[in-house]
């Protein structure tokens, strides 16, 4: 099976999570000049936005970086034609089943990485030409799926003969030496990089993942068939007793209009959208995207130490 690190032209075998309205030119450089793979979230852009992007990151770095397309997204088409002209290395895909796309982006020497959450939609991608799979957990921040990463990395990784990059609950070396074990050979890792020095989200935002534990998030908008993971907050509060009042969507989704930017620009860790991961409460510190990268796969290199030192002590028992 071909290597990660081959497929994606990087160091290590990661791939920064795409965020909407977070993960834009500065973050995405940072990260592959780090040895990673930066993302640039086309989320709810324009194709304007996302070409000026892709323009600024080849600025900041020569590294492979890549663009992460929300197939949902109105100008999908418009999007996929601005990552073709500008042959961007890479581009992951999120909501949807990125087929009729594939072929024609992989005419232009891209790498497509479609973000699923089912062994099914990833045995249809990798019929029709994807290059690997990113498995996201439930664990992870942002919309998710149901089945958790544990459950669904080794059923990916059985099911299809592209690799594997598993996501959702990595945030240290432990979690990268554990997708290995289930039969990934890369990760995906959205939450740590929140807090790296070269993401724009406003400090409260930063605060509320570093202040996190292990239960400080909650999903919303199951009611609506849309569920998102973020931060425990007055504004998650709000959406869940709508939700148990059986509320319709659009007051739901008024009730969220602006929420995100809020989170974002202002920092409004009251009543902002601050999505997160579960795994936030083993995040502690504001680092550079170089040194996060750095820090976790010298943790899993002493976690495969450590594996090998207890299992050649226990062959001598």
């Known amino acids: 099976m071909v290597n990660v690190c081959e497929i994606l032209g990087t160091e290590y ?36 936005w996302l070409r000026e992007e892709i323009k600024k990151t080849r600025e900041m770095t020569d590294k492979p970086f890549g663009v992460n397309i929300m197939l949902l997204a109105d100008n999908v088409e418009e999007l996929i034609q601005v990552v073709c002209e500008e042959k961007v290395p ?33 045995m249809r991608v990798a019929r029709a030409g994807a290059d690997a799979v990113v498995a996201e957990g439930t664990e992870a921040g942002g919309h998710i799926g149901e089945t958790t990463t544990m459950a669904l990395v080794p ?90 009042q059986n509320a319709p969507e659009e007051e739901i989704n008024q009730l969220c209009t602006g929420t995100l930017a809020a ?26 995207a170089a040194e996060i990268i750095e820090e976790m796969f010298k943790e899993a290199e002493k976690v495969y130490e450590d594996r090998n030192s207890i299992c050649r002590a226990g062959r001598t028992v």
Request: glycine share 14%; proline share 3%; charged share 20%.
């Open 13 to 48: 075998p990661i791939i920064q999570g795409a965020m909407a309205r977070i993960a834009e030119c500065n973050l995405a450089a940072a990260v592959s000049n780090g040895g990673g793979l930066g993302i640039i979230a086309a989320g709810g852009q324009s194709a304007e």
């Open 90 to 122: 890479v581009v992951t895909t999120g909501a949807g089943n990125p087929g009729k796309y594939i072929a024609r982006m992989k005419e232009h020497g891209i790498k497509v990485i479609p973000v699923v959450a089912n062994v099914a939609l990833a």
């Open 155 to 244: 059923q990916m990784a059985d099911a299809v003969d592209i690799p594997v990059i598993a996501a959702g609950g990595i945030a240290d070396g432990r979690g990268v030496a554990a997708a290995y074990m289930l039969g990934a050979r890369g990760v995906q890792v959205g939450t740590r990089f929140l807090v790296a020095n070269e993401c724009i989200v406003a400090q409260g935002y930063k605060d509320a993942i570093i202040k996190a534990k292990d239960s400080s998030t909650v999903a919303t908008g199951r009611s609506t068939g849309h569920p998102v993971r973020i931060i425990k907050n007055k504004l998650a509060k709000k959406i869940l007793t709508l939700e148990s």
């Open 263 to 288: 989170a974002v620009r202002d920092g409004d860790a009251d009543n902002g959208n601050i999505m997160s991961g579960q795994i936030a409460g083993l995040v502690k510190k504001e680092q550079s």
